[in-house]
C-alpha cells in the first residue's frame, strides 16, 4: 500500500477493533488470492504464447511476420542467389480492460463470516480468468490451417470445419439452416492433423481443446480408450479414470467456455459448439497488468468498494498452425 510522506510508522490493529466493514481484508492479500484462483481456472492461456507487457508503456504491438525463405542450387564460380523477401509484420493493438467489483456494505462487513473474502477473491479471479478465456476462443473462430490458402486469417469460422470427414476428405462446416455440426471422428482427427503437417506445422506442443459433450463421445471411441491403444499403466487408461490424456502426440483438453458458433448472428450455433485444434505458435496473449485488487471507503454508501481488474489483449499469429471444428452441443 502506498502512504504520504508524513507516515512513519504502521501500528497493527486486531480486527475486533476495525469498524469499517472489510477493513480486515488487506488489498496485498485479495490479490495474491485473486492472481492463484486466476491461475487455477485458466485453460486457453496455458497453451498459447504469452507475451509478458507488463511495466511497458503503449498500446500497440508489432511482431515480424517474416516469409520462409527456400535454399537454392550453388552453381560452380557463380555468387550465390540472394533471397530478397520483402518481410512483413503484425499489429496488435492492447484495448481489453475488464473489471470485477462488489460493494460491500457495512452491516454485511459487520455480520459475515471470514469466508466472504474467500469468495469474492475466488470469484473475481474466475470472472477475469473466463474472460481471457473466451477472447482467446473467439480468436481460435480465425483458424484457417485446413483451408487452401492456410496462412490467410479468416473471419468467425470461415474456414472452419466439422469433425466427421467425408470420402475421405475434411468437410467444411456451413452455418446455413441448422447448420452441419458433426462429432469428431478417429479419421477426422488424423485427417485434421496431416493438413496441420502439411502447413510446416511443428508437431511440439499441439492441443485440442474440447467441450465436455465432446469428451463424452470421445471416451466411446475405442482407440481413445482402450489398452490395445493407450496402454494400461497409471493414468493411461481411460476406461477407467475418465481422463483423455493425449492421442497421437496431442494432449487434449476440456474447457466449459467453448464458444457457439454464429450464435450472435444467425441463431443456428446454440446447437453447436467450436474445438479448436491448434499448436501453441497459432495464437498469442499480451498481459499488461495482471489482476490487481483494490478497496476504497465509500462514506456516501457507509460501504467498502472492491475492484479487481486486468488489462490484456490476444490474436492470430499462425493461422495456418490451427483448426476450428465445429461439434454438436
Not at 459448439?273 to 485488487?293: I, S, T, W
Request: net charge negative; hydrophobic share 40%; with cysteine.
Amino acid at each position: 500500500m502506498a502512504f504520504g510522506t508524513d507516515h512513519v510508522t504502521l501500528t497493527e490493529v486486531t480486527a475486533a477493533s476495525r469498524t469499517r466493514s472489510n477493513s480486515a481484508f488487506v488489498p496485498e492479500l485479495w490479490s495474491d488470492e485473486i492472481v492463484a484462483a486466476y491461475k487455477a481456472n485458466l485453460v486457453m492461456p496455458q497453451l498459447v504464447n504469452v507475451m509478458n507487457f507488463v511495466g511497458r508503456k503503449g498500446d500497440t504491438v508489432h511482431l515480424p511476420a517474416p516469409v520462409r525463405g527456400s535454399a537454392s542450387a550453388k552453381t560452380a564460380e557463380t555468387i550465390v542467389t540472394f533471397i530478397s523477401n520483402q518481410e512483413s509484420k503484425k499489429q496488435y493493438i492492447i484495448n481489453e480492460h475488464w473489471e470485477y467489483s462488489r460493494l460491500i456494505e457495512d452491516i454485511v462487513g459487520v455480520q459475515a463470516l471470514d469466508s466472504l473474502r474467500r469468495f469474492y477473491t475466488d470469484d473475481a479471479g474466475y470472472a477475469l480468468s473466463v474472460r481471457v478465456d473466451t477472447n482467446l476462443h473467439n480468436e481460435g473462430a480465425k483458424f484457417a490451417g485446413a483451408d487452401a490458402s492456410p496462412t490467410v486469417e479468416g473471419s468467425a469460422y470461415s474456414k472452419a470445419v466439422i469433425g466427421t470427414p467425408s470420402s475421405g476428405s475434411l468437410v467444411a462446416y456451413s452455418s446455413t439452416s441448422d447448420g452441419n455440426a458433426a462429432s469428431i471422428t478417429d479419421e477426422g482427427l488424423r485427417l485434421m492433423l496431416r493438413e496441420l503437417d502439411d502447413n510446416n506445422v511443428s508437431g511440439m506442443d499441439r492441443y485440442l481443446v474440447i467441450p465436455p459433450v465432446e469428451k463424452a463421445k470421445l471416451l466411446g471411441i475405442a482407440r481413445f480408450t482402450e489398452q490395445a491403444f493407450t496402454g494400461e499403466a497409471g493414468g493411461a487408461n481411460s476406461i477407467r479414470n475418465g481422463k483423455v490424456g493425449s492421442l497421437y502426440g496431442v494432449e487434449i483438453y476440456v474447457s466449459t467456455n467453448c464458444a457457439f458458433p454464429d450464435a450472435a448472428s444467425t441463431g443456428v450455433g446454440v446447437n453447436q459448439r467450436a474445438a479448436l485444434l491448434f499448436q501453441k505458435d497459432a495464437l498469442v496473449m499480451f498481459e499488461q497488468m495482471k489482476p490487481r485488487a483494490q478497496t476504497q471507503y465509500k462514506l456516501e454508501y457507509l460501504a467498502d468498494l472492491f475492484t479487481s481488474d486486468l488489462i490484456f489483449d490476444s490474436g492470430v499469429l499462425r493461422p495456418e498452425a490451427g483448426i476450428a471444428i465445429v461439434v454438436p452441443a
